[in-house]
């Protein structure tokens, strides 16, 4: 008998309700930040408990006020964004493009994630063993209208891709069927980068805002992370991995 997702005592699903492994932590990440803002006097005990998920309004903003008050980070100095900006200048390039095909695996309620990810990484091995068959195999597995037009989605800029989606095309240099998987809200994609079409590097005064702020995000998500280890190793975790979360709350 399958043992029951729960935190201390709170069940992360319904009744007959199946979630994959990352939704699962995720809501299990959201309610131990739940009962912390609880602890800390930020939510009312009897704050009612998610439904499929869904927090209330007042414990969303609650949470909000939480890690305002417990993830304080130090600001970016001028030298640490000069550093990180030599590093990544390319990130920051205006009027980057690059041509694309992709098969998409779409996620989508019920689906076995785990077996969606086994036919994602065979297709990742078959096109890049055989990049002339990419366009057949979209047209008969992508779960994206591309499919029919061989996967294709044209010249793209930073501004048309889901960010997540984004971060794994530009900036970078490959040219051709990229290594792994990429994942994205819609599901995991094999990519083909079939051009790249550099853009233009601003100064580094040009862009300082955005350095300090992408700084500030990276600390972030690395305070939010030890956090909800310190959490989930207070608390009472039962039929959910959370070793394996790396931040499901940050995207």
């Known amino acids: 008998m399958n043992t029951v997702a729960r935190i201390n005592g709170v069940a992360l699903a319904q009744p007959g309700e199946t979630l994959a492994e990352d939704a699962l932590r995720q809501r299990a990440c959201a309610e131990l930040l739940r009962q912390a803002a609880i602890r800390n006097g930020l939510l009312d005990a009897d704050d009612p408990v ?149 853009g233009r590097s601003p100064p580094f005064e040009a862009v300082r805002s955005a350095v300090a702020q992408a700084l500030r995000q990276q600390s972030f998500t690395t305070a939010l992370r030890q956090y909800l280890q310190l959490l989930a190793g207070q608390a009472e975790v039962e039929g959910v991995d959370l070793d394996a979360a790396a931040t499901p709350l940050v995207q």
């Open 50 to 198: 998610p439904q499929a998920g869904a927090c209330s309004a007042a414990a969303s903003d609650a949470i909000e006020a939480l890690l305002d008050q417990e993830l304080q980070g130090p600001e970016p100095g001028e030298d640490d964004c000069r550093r990180y900006h030599a590093a990544h200048a390319a990130r920051y390039a205006i009027g980057e493009r690059v041509q694309v095909r992709h098969v998409l695996f779409a996620v989508t309620p019920g689906v076995d994630v785990t077996l969606l990810r086994s036919r994602a990484e065979a297709c990742l091995l078959d096109v890049r063993c055989q990049t002339e068959r990419f366009g057949a195999v979209a047209k008969t597995t992508s779960n994206c209208p591309s499919g029919e037009d061989g996967g294709a989605l044209g010249w793209l800029t930073s501004a048309d891709c889901a960010p997540e989606f984004g971060r794994e095309l530009f900036g970078h240099s490959d040219v051709g069927v990229l290594p792994r998987l990429v994942h994205s809200r819609f599901g995991l994609h094999v990519v083909e980068v079939l051009a790249r079409e550099p």
